[in-house]
């Protein structure tokens, strides 16, 4: 079946623009965690939902950041006032449900570069 | 912040086992250990996780020490496509993960 998927897999912007990252989950997974990752770190965490509320949001490192997954499915994770710091790869995964039982699939991520 | 702490790279020889060490010292009672390992350019790929006993899938075997302050993730015959970043976390929910900068695996011919 069809893995997670994210759009576009190449963003690039000029500082001060908005963007908006897009990651579809797996069908039927209702947990969807985005993390972004710099260069030569590990992955590092954003947020998490289950289903359509936000139920961690403690890793957005200010409130330029935004993430939304109205019908819990589709989330959009979106940038203000972009900086050449935000650039990064941004990682979306999805599982069956959240938990310690429940595997994160991830997709194959979106590389943001600011200018 | 990372709970845990690995070495940063790592050689194997191909066809031989490769053993990942992990310390998770400060590790409290309800937290899971969990291993992912993340091939150039991709995202990261669940290996496997545990509590406190030892663990073995098609792809790996997980050995936690009885005071689970230390663990090791095993590739019992280690391939060329083996090689990548791994990382060892812990967490007692399996959300919000924190990976670290991990362990570099080379797996060489």
């Known amino acids: 079946g069809a893995g997670v998927s994210q759009t576009p897999s190449n963003k690039v912007t000029e500082k001060g623009k908005y963007v908006e990252l897009r990651c579809d989950p797996i069908?039927?997974?209702?947990?969807l965690y985005w993390y972004r990752q710099s260069l030569g770190q590990g992955p590092e965490f954003l947020i998490y939902f289950q289903g359509t509320g936000a139920a961690d949001d403690s890793g957005l490192p200010n409130d330029r950041f935004f993430a939304v997954r109205p019908e819990g499915s589709v989330s959009t994770l979106k940038i203000q006032r972009t900086e050449r710091g935000d650039s990064a790869v941004y990682l979306c995964a999805s599982s069956l449900d959240s938990g310690s039982y429940n595997e994160q699939f991830f997709g194959p991520g979106t590389r943001l570069t600011v200018l | 912040d990372a709970k845990t702490t690995q070495p940063p790279s790592m050689d194997c020889a191909e066809g031989r086992a490769a053993n990942l060490p992990c310390n998770h010292s400060t590790i409290s009672g309800n937290e899971y250990v969990y291993w992912y390992r993340q091939i150039h350019s991709q995202g990261p790929q669940y290996i496997i996780h545990g509590l406190k006993n030892n663990e073995t899938n098609e792809m790996a075997s997980l050995i936690i020490t009885e005071d689970r302050k230390s663990s090791t993730l095993i590739l019992p015959h280690a391939t060329l496509r083996d090689t990548a970043v791994y990382y060892c976390?812990?967490?007692?929910?399996?959300?919000?993960?924190?990976f670290g900068t991990g362990t570099s695996l080379t797996v060489i011919p």
């Open positions: 976390i812990v967490s007692e929910h399996g959300n919000q993960f924190y």
């Open positions: 069908s039927g997974h209702t947990a």
